[in-house]
């Protein structure tokens, strides 16, 4: 059993970052694996970024490779995804998801649990 509730979305000019960040929770939740996931209107949900319980597995989509990072504060039981340089191709929103490994947080049908999305718009 495990929660997860997402926030830091917002408007941001291109270029500009934002820090979106995914606070999990529930029996076993520390165990879980973490992913973020975007998705437009009509369109799939695709995968972001992911990080494995331990934080030593990471997954990046290829576009955003090099710009976002995604890490772990166990402490605070969050995990945090970080964008960089965005672009108007990088406005969605945005969804933390729970999976029980690495591969399960990022790859929709296998996920455990969804956050309820939070917007990022970015500005020309």
């Known amino acids: 059993q495990v929660q997860v509730v997402e926030s830091g979305g917002g408007l941001v000019q291109a270029g500009g970052s934002l820090r979106l960040s995914c606070v999990y929770s529930?029996?076993?939740?520390?165990?879980?694996?973490i992913g973020w996931f975007r998705q437009q209107p009509g369109k799939e949900r695709e995968p972001v970024a992911a990080?494995?319980?331990?934080?030593?597995?990471?997954y990046y989509e290829e576009i955003v490779a090099g710009r976002f990072t995604i890490s772990r504060d166990k402490a605070k039981n969050t995990v945090y995804l970080q964008m960089n340089s965005l672009t108007p191709e990088d406005t969605d929103i945005y969804y933390c998801a729970a999976g029980r490994a690495e591969y399960d947080a990022r790859v929709a049908h296998l996920v455990s649990s969804w956050g309820q999305g939070t917007q990022v718009t970015v500005s020309l």
């Open positions: 990080v494995s319980w331990s934080g030593e597995s990471t």
């Open positions: 529930g029996r076993d939740s520390r165990t879980f694996a």
